[in-house]
């Protein structure tokens, strides 16, 4: 899949984030750099179009902003209407969050040593616009995401696989019961 935006910062971004994954093969190496990479894009403007800022009807959405065509990252846009949050949930991969525009608020649990064990909630924060935060490496990356605040909440995803395709862990907050899921993509508003 190639760029579904055409912006220059964008496209700038693409182009660090492929040659940072080349060169570092640690994440916790990595997905600093790559936070400093997507601040940067955030602070110059990354202009959205309406079709990958959209929020979904009934449950948040993710926009393939780029993927790369060996699955080794992806780039989305992710969106929350009011009211909109996520399950508690892994990656199974890193992640970097810049939030394009609104609040973002994050609720981090710690993550599970065994299925069935129950997460502990540790921390909440709200993100806000031009913020940048290291969301998850493999060994840590339990969350729950809501907006936060009284307008749709667009946030700029850096994940080190195809997200659209990569199955991941939901966890039952109460029991640690774990169901799988995927976060489908969702085609571009016309």
């Avoid at 449950?59 to 699955?71: E, K, N, S």
Wanted: charged share 20%.
């Amino acid at each position: 899949m190639t760029t579904t935006v055409q912006d220059p910062r964008l496209a700038e971004l693409v182009q660090e984030v492929g040659e940072l994954v080349d060169t570092h093969h640690d994440e916790h190496e990595l997905t600093p750099l790559v936070a400093d990479r997507l601040r940067a894009a955030l602070a110059a403007g990354i202009d959205l179009p309406p079709s990958v800022t959209k929020p979904g009807e009934d449950r948040y959405v993710m926009y393939p902003l780029h993927v790369d065509p060996a699955g080794r990252f992806s780039i989305a846009s992710a969106v929350w209407n009011v009211g909109q949050g996520t399950p508690v949930h892994g990656h199974e991969t890193w992640g970097v969050v810049g939030i394009h525009s609104g609040v973002e608020r994050e609720v981090a649990f710690t993550k599970p040593a065994h299925d069935g064990d129950v997460p502990r909630r540790e921390a909440e924060v709200d993100w806000t616009a031009g913020q940048v935060t290291v969301c998850c490496t493999t060994d840590d990356d339990v969350h729950q995401v809501f907006c936060g605040g009284d307008e749709p909440c667009v946030g700029i995803h850096v994940y080190g696989a195809d997200i659209g395709t990569l199955p991941r862990r939901s966890y039952q907050p109460d029991t640690g019961e774990v169901s799988w899921f995927t976060s489908t993509w969702t085609t571009p508003a016309s």
